[in-house]
């Protein structure tokens, strides 16, 4: 088995979804670089994108996040939480009507 440096595990991670464990804090985002002593991550937040620089130096940890929630076209969830609300907003409704 050949030796991986953090530079081709990275670059294996390039355009998906990662964590990033650091000294300093967790990061999630997409993996959008790797330059030779800084990664370059989009975090999505509640609000807005924002770009990041993480120093190489200061990672412990980078790997794959899968998302296991599906997104639906504004980014919410569109999972079994819209049904059970659906299902009580009908009961409801169709007694007031």
């Known amino acids: 088995m050949t030796e991986l440096n953090f530079h081709q595990v990275a670059h294996e991670l390039l355009k998906k979804e990662v964590e990033v464990v650091t000294l300093q804090?967790?990061?999630?985002?997409?993996?959008?670089?790797?330059?030779?002593?800084?990664?370059?991550?989009?975090?999505?937040?509640?609000?807005?994108?924002?770009?990041?620089?993480?120093?190489?130096?200061?990672?412990?940890?980078?790997?794959?996040v899968?998302?296991?929630i599906p997104r639906g076209p504004f980014g919410f969830n569109q999972g079994p939480f819209e049904d059970s609300t659906?299902?009580?907003?009908?009961?409801?409704?169709?007694?007031?009507h």
């Open 25 to 64: 804090g967790d990061f999630t985002g997409r993996l959008l670089e790797v330059g030779r002593d800084i990664i370059v991550i989009e975090s999505r937040g509640r609000v807005r994108s924002r770009v990041l620089a993480i120093r190489i130096e200061t990672i412990v940890a980078i790997f794959r």
């Open 66 to 68: 899968e998302n296991i």
């Open 86 to 96: 659906d299902h009580h907003h009908e009961s409801s409704s169709s007694s007031s």
